[in-house]
């Protein structure tokens, strides 16, 4: 997926001001925000289940190599071809490859994240196969000719009225704005696609090394389709996905839909291991799983390896303030939100990323919501300080950080400035109290006003009332 | 009882009165308050913009300013999350002076958890000559998430009388994020004004908090829209009589 990260400030502004998606995400925030904590509150081992979760996440990442191959061993063993991409286009070559040797036509495809960072569709319609999405969200957006603001509830940002028209653009059958109408039209639609597709392509939210199996949580059945029907399954997903054993699957299942909607349990939890077997009436007769890297290796052992522990629930975006204020397209790359912030710098360069680190006030929601315990708000500092010490901020900012060390750490520069400082703010803020413009801070002053200083600073005040004598006040 | 105060640079600066206002409270408590001239900052605007060098080299100099007191109190929840939790758990983890920054973190108290956790002050005499009236308290970030500061100020707010009308999302960031109301203006003033709609709905005059730069910018965007009559004051400045 194209990087437009570098845009974000720009791209946040117009997101700020777009009516239509101002009111679309109004509505997703009590969904995701109360319902994940009504989900919550069913269970009183939540914090226990989180630790457990994060120490989990972090032992097997530390095993990252055995858990890989022992994955490998056990699909292998029941049929599964195993691939390993070391970059976004192996993995695609990977993948046309297998297209092109089993003359595939069409592929239809379930919910991938990492599909959409590899640009996997593009890749695929490039060599003349025709992608079809089945995620309600995602066909509707293949429809937009637009990607994912959402990792979980990709078509967040769109409103039922939007969809009418795009349906009546694809479908050709009169507008319907009734929502189970339209998810039955586009249900009709999808139906001879699945039964047509010669490959399906699944992501997976975990693989499990013990039985070899990929798993697939949606609330749609349709990756029970994608998996099941066509003759060839494609599992495309990142090497961090793995977890040990069926077990850790039980706890990880139990904080990921409640992180994510606010669901007790997805209506479907699909589960995949192997081909076809002798005397199933169901499956594949190859399936191939694509294990990528992408990126994900150069964390194992770094400062930021925590990231790793990423179960994609969406829950730090739901609660990030900034997100819910801009929406995920502003972002500019696959994960938007606070995992963004971290995940884009680390997938596509620092240079590349822009302001996303510094997207973000540190209010710490994210942090606490997140049910692997990721410190996302250190992860981004982390970044911030790469991009001051390879001066990728702005001059002005660095410039006013340099001032700002200068005067801070030399006490009595420090009090004469600050004299200084505060009379003239005074004298700026005249009779109200109260600046409304001032040079270098209009980022604060176009939409606020700065309620000014006094006039003495309290350490000038502290010493006058002192050489009084006695008590203060 | 040797208290030493951090007056933080933004009360220094804009307003000394929520100092003297914590002041006059720890000393109506009978502690013997000192306030060493030479404190500027805690380092926190330079450590979240990734100049951690120099935050390094302020957390150092607040660590020598404040060795001689019994304990060291700040009216911010954001200072103090930045020497309670991040000198110790980040900037000097360790280090040689991590033993020493663990010592100044179990010493240092955000004001309102010091009024009431350590001095076990009681503000019910108080109700009859403050006549506080209704007011609605927003959540600072760093106080609540990195020190738990939710219930303190409010106990202390409704022992001297106050009543308190909760606004929807008190808890949620009001967009300041020190250099991030600079740097990304208007999604900080658009939270701002998130912040602003939920304190008209409280329909509480006065909106109460424990951070000057949260209340800066959430009184800042009042003014902007308008609104000339909601009073904006630090929960130190309510306590002590001191709301101007």
């Given at each position: 997926?194209?990087v437009?990260?570098?845009?974000?400030?720009?791209?946040?502004?117009?997101?700020?001001?777009?009516?239509?998606?101002?009111?679309?995400?109004?509505?997703?925030?009590?969904?995701?925000?109360?319902?994940?904590?009504?989900?919550?509150?069913e269970?009183?081992?939540?914090?226990?289940?989180?630790t457990?979760?994060?120490?989990?996440?972090?032992?097997?990442?530390?095993?990252?190599?055995?858990?890989?191959?022992e994955?490998?061993?056990?699909?292998?063993?029941?049929?599964?071809?195993?691939?390993?991409?070391?970059?976004?286009?192996?993995?695609?070559d990977?993948?046309?490859?297998?297209?092109?040797?089993?003359?595939?036509?069409?592929?239809t495809?379930?919910k991938?994240?990492?599909?959409?960072?590899?640009?996997l569709?593009?890749?695929l319609?490039?060599?003349?196969?025709?992608?079809?999405?089945?995620?309600l969200?995602?066909?509707?957006?293949?429809?937009?000719?637009e990607?994912?603001?959402?990792?979980?509830?990709?078509?967040?940002?769109?409103?039922?009225?939007?969809?009418?028209?795009?349906?009546?653009?694809?479908?050709?059958?009169?507008?319907?704005?009734?929502?189970?109408?339209?998810?039955l039209?586009?249900?009709?639609?999808?139906?001879?696609?699945f039964l047509?597709?010669?490959?399906?392509?699944?992501?997976?939210?975990?693989?499990?090394?013990?039985?070899?199996t990929?798993?697939?949580?949606?609330?749609?059945g349709?990756?029970?389709?994608?998996?099941?029907?066509?003759?060839?399954?494609?599992?495309?997903?990142?090497?961090?996905?793995?977890?040990?054993?069926?077990?850790?699957?039980?706890?990880?299942?139990?904080?990921?839909?409640?992180?994510?909607?606010?669901?007790?349990?997805?209506n479907?939890?699909?589960?995949?291991t192997?081909v076809?077997?002798?005397?199933?009436?169901d499956?594949?007769?190859?399936?191939?799983?694509?294990?990528?890297?992408?990126?994900r290796t150069?964390?194992?052992?770094?400062?930021?390896?925590?990231?790793?522990r990423?179960?994609r629930?969406?829950?730090?975006?739901?609660?990030?303030?900034?997100?819910?204020?801009?929406?995920?397209?502003?972002?500019?790359?696959?994960?938007?939100?606070?995992?963004?912030?971290?995940?884009t710098?680390?997938?596509?360069?620092?240079?590349?990323a822009?302001?996303?680190?510094?997207?973000?006030t540190?209010c710490?929601?994210?942090?606490?919501v997140?049910?692997?315990?990721?410190?996302?708000?250190?992860?981004?500092?982390?970044?911030?300080e790469r991009?001051?010490?390879?001066?990728?901020?702005p001059?002005?900012?660095r410039a006013?950080?340099?001032?700002w060390?200068?005067?801070?750490?030399?006490?009595?520069?420090y009090?004469?400035?600050?004299?200084?400082?505060?009379?003239?703010?005074?004298?700026?803020?005249?009779?109200k109290?109260r600046?409304?413009?001032l040079?270098?801070?209009?980022?604060w002053?176009?939409?606020?006003?700065?309620?000014?200083?006094?006039g003495?600073?309290?350490?000038?005040l502290?010493?006058?009332?002192?050489?009084?004598?006695?008590?203060?006040? | 009882m040797?208290v030493?105060?951090?007056?933080?640079c933004l009360?220094?600066?804009?307003?000394?009165?929520?100092?003297?206002a914590?002041?006059k409270?720890?000393?109506?408590?009978?502690?013997?308050v000192?306030?060493?001239a030479?404190?500027?900052?805690?380092?926190?605007?330079g450590y979240?913009s990734?100049?951690?060098e120099?935050?390094?080299t302020?957390?150092?100099?607040?660590?020598?300013?404040?060795?001689?007191?019994?304990y060291?109190?700040a009216?911010?929840?954001?200072?103090?999350?930045?020497?309670?939790?991040?000198?110790?758990?980040d900037?000097?983890?360790?280090?040689?002076?991590?033993e020493e920054?663990?010592?100044?973190?179990?010493?240092w108290?955000?004001?309102?958890?010091?009024?009431l956790?350590?001095?076990?002050v009681?503000?019910?005499?108080?109700?009859?000559e403050r006549?506080?009236?209704t007011?609605t308290?927003?959540?600072?970030?760093?106080?609540?998430?990195?020190?738990?500061i939710k219930?303190?100020?409010?106990?202390l707010?409704?022992?001297?009388?106050a009543?308190?009308?909760?606004?929807i999302?008190?808890?949620?960031?009001?967009?300041?994020?020190?250099t991030f109301?600079?740097?990304l203006g208007?999604?900080?003033?658009?939270?701002?004004?998130?912040?602003?709609?939920?304190?008209?709905?409280?329909?509480?005059p006065m909106?109460?908090?424990?951070?000057?730069?949260?209340l800066?910018?959430i009184?800042?965007?009042?003014?902007?829209?308008?609104?000339?009559t909601?009073?904006?004051a630090?929960?130190?400045e309510v306590?002590a009589?001191?709301?101007?």
């Open positions: 997926m194209e437009r990260s570098m845009h974000f400030k720009a791209t946040a502004s117009g997101k700020l001001n777009d009516a239509v998606l101002q009111g679309a995400m109004k509505k997703a925030k009590g969904k995701f925000v109360d319902g994940r904590a009504a989900a919550v509150a269970i009183d081992v939540w914090q226990p289940m989180r457990h979760a994060a120490a989990l996440r972090d032992l097997t990442i530390a095993n990252l190599d055995a858990y890989l191959l994955f490998e061993a056990n699909a292998t063993r029941r049929g599964a071809i195993v691939h390993w991409a070391e970059s976004a286009a192996e993995a695609n990977i993948i046309v490859r297998i297209a092109r040797d089993n003359a595939v036509k069409i592929a495809k379930s991938s994240m990492v599909s959409e960072e590899i640009s569709n593009d890749a319609d490039a060599a003349g196969v025709e992608v079809v999405e089945t995620d969200g995602e066909y509707i957006l293949q429809l937009a000719k990607p994912p603001s959402h990792i979980v509830a990709p078509a967040v940002h769109k409103t039922k009225e939007q969809v009418a028209d795009l349906f009546v653009a694809a479908h050709h059958k009169p507008r319907l704005t009734d929502i189970p109408s339209m998810t039209e586009a249900r009709e639609v999808l139906r001879e696609k047509s597709a010669d490959m399906g392509i699944s992501g997976a939210n975990f693989v499990i090394a013990e039985t070899g990929t798993l697939t949580v949606t609330n749609e349709n990756a029970d389709m994608v998996t099941t029907i066509p003759r060839i399954h494609v599992v495309v997903t990142g090497i961090e996905k793995v977890i040990p054993t069926l077990e850790d699957f039980a706890t990880l299942i139990r904080l990921l839909p409640r992180s994510a909607i606010g669901q007790t349990v997805s479907y939890l699909t589960l995949t192997g076809k077997g002798e005397g199933d009436l499956g594949p007769e190859q399936m191939h799983i694509v294990l990528i890297d992408a990126g150069k964390l194992v052992g770094s400062d930021m390896q925590e990231m790793l990423c179960i629930c969406g829950a730090c975006m739901n609660h990030c303030p900034v997100y819910q204020n801009v929406g995920g397209h502003a972002y500019g790359w696959v994960y938007p939100g606070p995992m963004g912030s971290v995940l710098p680390t997938y596509v360069g620092i240079e590349n822009g302001d996303l680190p510094n997207a973000a540190f710490g929601e994210c942090q606490v997140c049910p692997v315990k990721i410190p996302l708000p250190d992860l981004m500092r982390k970044w911030r991009q001051f010490t390879q001066q990728l901020r001059w002005s900012e006013g950080i340099a001032v060390s200068a005067f801070a750490t030399r006490p009595t520069l009090a004469w400035s600050t004299r200084v400082a505060a009379r003239v703010a005074a004298l700026l803020g005249g009779a109290r600046i409304t413009w040079p270098g801070l209009d980022g002053t176009d939409g606020r006003d700065m309620p000014a200083p006094t003495k600073t309290f350490r000038e502290y010493a006058a009332r002192r050489s009084g004598g006695g008590r203060l006040l | 040797k030493g105060l951090f007056v933080t009360v220094d600066l804009v307003r000394p009165n929520i100092g003297f914590a002041l409270l720890l000393e109506d408590a009978g502690c013997e000192v306030v060493p030479t404190q500027t900052c805690c380092g926190q605007p979240n990734g100049a951690r120099v935050s390094k302020l957390a150092r100099k607040v660590l020598a300013e404040f060795r001689d007191c019994d060291v109190v009216p911010s929840g954001s200072c103090s999350g930045q020497m309670k939790v991040h000198a110790v758990e900037l000097f983890k360790g280090e040689p002076e991590e920054f663990r010592a100044l973190a179990e010493k108290y955000e004001l309102s958890d010091f009024l956790a350590v001095l076990r009681d503000y019910t005499k108080l109700a009859d006549s506080i009236g007011l308290y927003h959540d600072s970030c760093s106080g609540l998430r990195e020190l738990n219930a303190q100020p409010r106990v707010l409704m022992d001297a009388g009543s308190i009308n909760e606004m999302d008190c808890e949620k960031c009001c967009g300041f994020g020190g109301s600079v740097k208007e999604i900080s003033t658009r939270m701002a004004e998130n912040k602003c709609a939920n304190i008209r709905l409280s329909g509480a909106l109460v908090g424990g951070d000057l730069g949260c800066l910018n009184e800042g965007r009042l003014r902007r829209t308008g609104d000339e909601t009073k904006v630090h929960y130190a306590l009589g001191m709301v101007k």
